[in-house]
């Protein structure tokens, strides 16, 4: 990945997802490294980080999108993580089992 803004290493979330970007005139699909950390003295929050690989955008200037959380918000976003990644696979043992 070009001018990458993120530091990717063996702690990294996930190094390599599939991703996109959408605008009002424009949709681009890109691999895309998606990190979750925390402050490590006095952690007070949650960051979510995504950068989409910007030598496969043309729209986009290189940069990554960040979120701040709570430990509440970020509980709420996993327990919704985990809710939906269990409704995926029950689908997927469906589709096994037909």
């Known amino acids: 990945m ?7 290493n063996a702690y990294t979330t ?10 009002h005139d424009f949709e681009e699909s890109a691999y895309a490294t998606l990190n979750v950390s925390s ?4 952690p007070d929050h949650v960051t979510l980080q995504l ?3 910007n030598a496969e955008l043309d729209h986009l200037p290189p940069h ?3 979120v701040t959380l709570s430990a509440a918000e970020a509980r ?3 327990a919704d993580l ?7 696979e029950a689908a997927e043992a469906n589709e096994d089992a037909a």
């Open 51 to 53: 950068e989409l690989d």
């Open 64 to 66: 990554a999108d960040s």
């Open 82 to 88: 985990v809710e939906h990644a269990e409704r995926v």
């Open 76 to 78: 709420t976003l996993a």
């Open 39 to 42: 402050p490590r003295k006095r």
């Open 2 to 8: 070009a001018d990458r803004i993120m530091r990717v």
């Open 14 to 23: 996930l190094d390599l997802v599939d991703a996109a970007a959408e605008g």
